[in-house]
């Protein structure tokens, strides 16, 4: 259920693949409870939630035996499912969120719209597969079931970088102060942003 006015949301995933359950706080202080089989994505979503000041608690298992996809990509989804349930009818809001991010010598890029539209533009070539045990094409996996759940418009760049675990990192930090930004309950913003009176 959902808090309209705290604006946190709780979602319960349960496959023959992964079981998840999943709390985000928008309105909260950087809190973070993630217990992830994924430790990379662990570490990621740590990042995300303390750059944009959420309260994020997960709780996953999966089959990572056979690889980490599955846990993934379904961490996104409950992640962009909890996310649109938060947000709830949009009113107040900034809407837009643009957020660069320097990590070392690399430089990324999240500019978001909440919008109602999914639509994932990623733009990041990483030097290489892993980082650690971590497939690096799940990234944009991750990002693809997020936005696809979560009715966000997502353009990821990372502009130039030679670590990959730096260029990542960026992505992930970017991403969450640019949701922080485009969450904003704004006072100069009459009910949506947006002529046609929803988003």
């Not at 259920?1 to 349960?14: F, G, N, P, Q, Y």
């Not at 733009?123 to 690096?136: H, I, S």
């Not at 502009?159 to 949701?179: D, Q, S, V």
């Amino acid at each position: 259920m959902t808090d309209a006015l705290a604006r946190v949301s709780e979602i319960k995933r349960d496959t023959t693949e992964t079981q998840i359950e999943l709390k985000l706080n928008l309105d909260g202080a950087g809190t973070r409870e993630l217990n992830i089989p994924v430790p990379f994505l662990r570490h990621m979503l740590d990042l995300f939630a303390k750059h944009g000041g959420f309260d994020l608690t997960i709780n996953a298992q999966g089959d990572v035996d056979i690889d980490d996809h599955h846990t993934v990509e379904d961490i996104g989804i409950c992640l962009g499912k909890a996310f649109k349930e938060a947000i709830g009818d949009k009113a107040g809001i900034k809407r837009y969120g643009n957020r660069f991010t320097p990590m070392d010598e690399a430089l990324c890029q999240a500019t978001l719209d909440i919008s109602g539209r999914s639509f994932l533009v990623f733009n990041a070539e990483f030097p290489k597969e892993y980082v650690g045990t971590f497939n690096t094409e799940l990234v944009e996996e991750f990002f693809r079931a997020f936005v696809g759940n979560a009715g966000v418009t997502l353009h990821l760049n990372c502009h130039y970088g030679t670590n990959t675990h730096h260029m990542i990192e960026g992505l992930f930090k970017a991403f969450g102060g640019a949701l922080s930004e485009a969450v904003y309950r704004d006072p100069n913003v009459r009910g949506v942003l947006s002529t046609k009176g929803v988003l």
